[in-house]
Nanobody, 126 residues
Framework: QVQLVESGGGSVQAGGSLRLSCAASGYTIRNNCMGWFRQAPGKEREGVAALYTRGGSTYYADSVKGRFTISQDSAKNTVYLQMNSLKPEDTAMYYC???????????????????WGQGTQVTVSS
């Protein structure tokens, strides 16, 4: 049974940092694509970042480039999202997702992903 478990969310002030973790079980992150999505109340789910572990390609939404970094620890079968310089508009539920492969054209398409975590809430106050 595949499980993706997110952790690390919380409440911070604008300008602060958080590191989200996505621990996978029943699924190896190696040679697969791991994505982070977020969804704010009343808004559609949007892709934030993705890492195609086969080759190490990373992808970011324009809104988070230079502030967020996606990385992996294959020994722990875990993917991270380091979020710096957080803004109130970053407030959302953050989800981890997995699929076999992704590219610059596909990584933000949520329905391509096969597995999803339950999410972790990030709240940024001004």
């Amino acid at each position: 049974q595949v499980q993706l478990v997110e952790s690390g969310g919380g409440s911070v002030q604008a300008g602060g940092s958080l590191r989200l973790s996505c621990a996978a079980s029943g699924y190896t992150i190696r040679n697969n694509c791991m994505g982070w999505f977020r969804q704010a109340p009343g808004k559609e789910r949007e892709g934030v970042a993705a890492l195609y572990t086969r080759g190490g390609s990373t992808y970011y939404a324009d809104s988070v480039k230079g502030r967020f970094t996606i990385s992996q620890d294959s020994a722990k079968n875990t993917v991270y999202l380091q979020m710096n310089s957080l803004k109130p508009e970053d407030t959302a539920m953050y989800y981890c997702a997995a699929v076999g492969a992704c590219s610059g054209a596909s990584w933000q398409v949520s329905y391509f992903y096969n597995y999803w975590g339950q999410g972790t809430q990030v709240t940024v106050s001004s």
